[in-house]
């Protein structure tokens, strides 16, 4: 029987199935709320199409798994929350000095520690780019529904093969547990990346780059020449090294990649930019209040507003923000929505520098910003 193309599902379930179209045919991980769906969908559907599911003895087990089987050449995921993306931090730095393709899945819960872990939240985003110690590349994304869970994690693994870093899905539980229609577009109808490998070229040498280029193209390991993984810097043929001139240029090279690719990572949604007077700067579940308060002052003719929703969250696409800014002369106030005590408002500031004032609307009892909340707070500021 065929799979319906249209189905009713779970952010979390999307996201496997997302996962499934980009070719994803590893999951390992260790459950916890409120990403358990994601775990037990996987442990579903990757055998029917092939693939393998295995429940580790813990969160460092989960990835530390994940990324053996990508480094054998499959592409793999894990998923966890709060305290396990915690615990996920050392071996998301090992991923991005070794340079193993890898989606990290984080549905946000209220924290710190053990929490709320049936709550929302969305305190992790600072955690997601510097989580783990030293300058390291990272892309972020963050969907705001089902149908995005599933498109935007078949982008998360093409990014993640094509630069070969770790790639963290931010979702929330809002996001997570919310059950909508979601279209099932087929891989023949999607853009899939594969990571490019060319043998003849690196030999021995796995690390090695061709000119113009910042990525290695290295044979999975086990299939043709042999070479040395490791978490310590190291030579082109990725023996450990102590020479500050080879650190140097691999520490570039690995920011690099981000960094002189933002246009080919950065993904954003606009909304009444234009022309809006206040511009509501939200991500991930939070868009959905932010959309509900911006249909009710549209049925009041009140204060125009606008939305600017960071999709790729890092890099931030502070391109698109500063080119509001430059053009929306009739712009006025910045509100920054997030469920948290005040992470994204610190990029949206630093970007805006004064320009326009900046307000925080944010929350971490565990329950949901409503558009009326929205709407309170931009009527006390303007």
Not at 81 to 92: M, R, T, V
Not at 226 to 250: A, I, K, Y
Not at 330 to 338: M, P
């Amino acid at each position: 029987m065929a799979e319906k193309r249209f189905q009713v599902l779970q952010g979390n379930e999307a996201v496997v199935e997302g996962g499934i179209a980009a070719g994803m045919r590893f999951y390992s991980g260790y459950p916890i709320t409120p990403s358990t769906e994601i775990a037990e969908r996987s442990a579903l559907r990757l055998p029917q199409v092939g693939g393998k599911f295995i429940q580790m003895e813990d969160e460092i087990g989960g990835i530390a798994a994940a990324l053996g089987a990508s480094m054998a050449g499959l592409k793999a995921m894990t998923a966890t929350s709060g305290p396990g993306f915690s615990l996920k931090q050392e071996n998301i730095g090992y991923a991005a000095i070794a340079e193993i393709p890898i989606v990290i899945v984080d549905v946000q819960r209220e924290g710190p520690s053990t929490g709320l872990p049936t709550s929302p939240s969305q305190g992790d985003l600072m955690q997601s780019k510097w989580g783990t110690h030293g300058d390291h590349p990272v892309i972020v994304i963050s969907p705001s529904s089902v149908q995005e869970c599933y498109n935007e994690t078949v982008r998360a693994f093409n990014m993640a093969e094509r630069f070969r870093v770790p790639v963290i899905f931010l979702m929330d539980e809002i996001v997570g547990h919310l059950r909508e229609g979601c279209e099932l577009i087929p891989p023949e109808e999607l853009t899939i990346s594969n990571r490019r490998v060319d043998r003849e070229f690196n030999g021995t040498l796995a690390y090695a780059v061709q000119e113009g280029n910042y990525v290695p193209e290295y044979a999975p390991f086990g299939v043709g020449d042999h070479f040395n993984v490791t978490g310590l810097f190291h030579n082109l043929d990725g023996f450990p090294t102590n020479d500050s001139d080879v650190t140097d240029s691999q520490e570039r090279r690995l920011l690099d990649k981000i960094t002189k690719r933002r246009d080919r990572i950065e993904k954003w949604e606009e909304v009444d930019t234009e022309d809006c007077e206040v511009l509501l700067i939200c991500f991930g579940g939070t868009a959905r209040a932010v959309e509900g308060a911006m249909d009710i002052s549209h049925q009041y003719d009140s204060v125009k507003l606008g939305m600017f929703r960071p999709i790729t969250v890092w890099p931030f696409p502070e391109g698109a923000l500063q080119k509001i800014l430059k053009q929306n002369r009739h712009l006025r106030h910045i509100v920054v929505a997030e469920h948290n005590d005040g992470q994204m408002i610190l990029e949206v500031q630093r970007i805006v520098e004064g320009a326009v004032p900046v307000t925080h609307l944010g929350k971490i009892d565990g329950t949901t910003i409503t558009p009326d909340e929205i709407l309170d707070k931009i009527k006390e500021v303007y």
